[in-house]
């Protein structure tokens, strides 16, 4: 890209002073008429690039003209290229470059000690495919069609003009207004099928996502458990709850005392531990799963 190109020409005028245009050329692999056109760019933008020709003429800037990376203390240095690397999951080809610039610039080693990667464990590449679908449509004005899967399984063709992604609570969420419903509306990512890239909209249009609705309110009735976990599920409960909950017992099993919200979805989460789990208290659950159990006997006789 040119604006890419006219940027990685000055950061190479900076770094080594003075440069052919036949060098640039050749670095860029493009016409020398290519590279004069981008220097004029330059040159009008206000960059203080000049000329002079002979034999040891060439494209210089002038010496005055540095960027004064001590206006950003080491904290911020890091921070920016810790951005950067994070982007660069959204866009690895365009971002790499702009990264080991920084990072020299900066004086800093590529460690390579972050990574972001928004797919889950087994998910194929349409996973990938759909958050730079949902990039590229935020930062172009575009809208995105695809079809939605509610919670019924119920499916809908769905055009909407994409604001904002948003993780929490370990989901993707995109917020979105839906043009046809005049409406704000807030989907999850795993549920969207089919997706790809709408018509441009105005720019104009101011859209303003408000907060994503709590899946609960706080009046919602808490239930204070106590659960017992077999050795063998550790690896679980260290993921699932607060480490402040849980106490490790002499022979590898875990006591876990915490507080969930007590509805439908609680019950389907302790049936997921199957038989490594024993509910100690409070005993209206461990009732009300046993009846759950009972049931889900019955449809295999």
């Not at 950061?11 to 493009?30: D, P, S």
């Amino acid at each position: 890209m040119k604006i890419n190109r006219m940027f990685e020409i000055v950061y190479l005028l900076l770094k080594k002073q003075k440069m052919t245009t036949t060098e640039l050329a050749q670095h860029f692999e493009v016409s020398k008429r290519t590279i004069l056109r981008d220097i004029e760019a330059l040159m009008i933008a206000g960059i203080p690039l000049y000329t002079t020709r002979g034999r040891y003429g060439g494209v210089s800037i002038l010496e005055n003209y540095t960027l004064d990376k001590t206006i950003l203390s080491e904290v911020e240095q890091q921070q920016l290229v810790l951005a950067l690397q994070t982007l660069s999951t959204l866009e690895p080809e365009n971002t790499q470059h702009a990264l080991a610039k920084l990072r020299t610039f900066f004086g800093q080693s590529d460690s390579h000690w972050f990574e972001v990667d928004f797919s889950q464990w087994g998910s194929s590449s349409h996973q990938t495919q759909k958050f730079e679908v949902i990039k590229t449509a935020i930062l172009a004005n575009k809208s995105i069609l695809f079809t939605y899967f509610n919670s019924n399984g119920k499916t809908s063709p769905t055009k909407v003009y994409p604001i904002k992604l948003i993780f929490k609570s370990r989901v993707w969420y995109l917020q979105a207004y839906h043009p046809d419903k005049h409406a704000y509306r807030t989907y999850k990512v795993n549920r969207m099928s089919q997706m790809k890239l709408g018509t441009s909209f105005e720019s104009t249009i101011q859209l303003e996502t408000p907060p994503i609705d709590a899946p609960y309110s706080a009046t919602t009735k808490l239930v204070s458990l106590h659960l017992h976990f077999k050795k063998n599920v550790s690896f679980r409960v260290w993921d699932e709850f607060d480490p402040h909950s849980i106490t490790k017992n002499h022979d590898g099993s875990l006591t876990v005392r915490t507080q969930l919200v007590e509805d439908g979805w609680l019950d389907a989460f302790l049936l997921s531990f199957g038989s490594n789990l024993k509910i100690l208290a409070p005993e209206s659950v461990r009732n009300r799963l046993l009846t759950t159990i009972d049931c889900m006997k019955k449809q295999y006789r």
